[in-house]
């Protein structure tokens, strides 16, 4: 399978939820992401679909959150 890597200003329809890709600049990873809560795994069991978002799973090494478009 081919690794998807979003381009920060992307925007997705992620199944009917509008998001825009955000480079994440935050002191603590995930701040803010439309994925991020309680649960650990967050965005790991929709990398697939997404694509990753660490720096270290992304071919620019740049971190990104996924935001939510009123």
Excluded: A, W
Aim: aromatic content about 8%.
């Amino acid at each position: 399978m081919e690794d998807i890597t979003r381009k920060i200003g992307e925007e997705i329809d992620y199944y009917g939820v509008k998001l825009r890709v955000v480079q994440d600049n935050s002191e603590r990873p995930c701040h803010g992401c439309y994925f991020c809560n309680d649960d650990i795994s967050c965005i790991h069991r929709n990398r697939r679909i997404l694509g990753g978002c660490s720096v270290s799973t992304r071919d620019d090494s740049t971190g990104i959150i996924f935001k939510k478009i009123d």
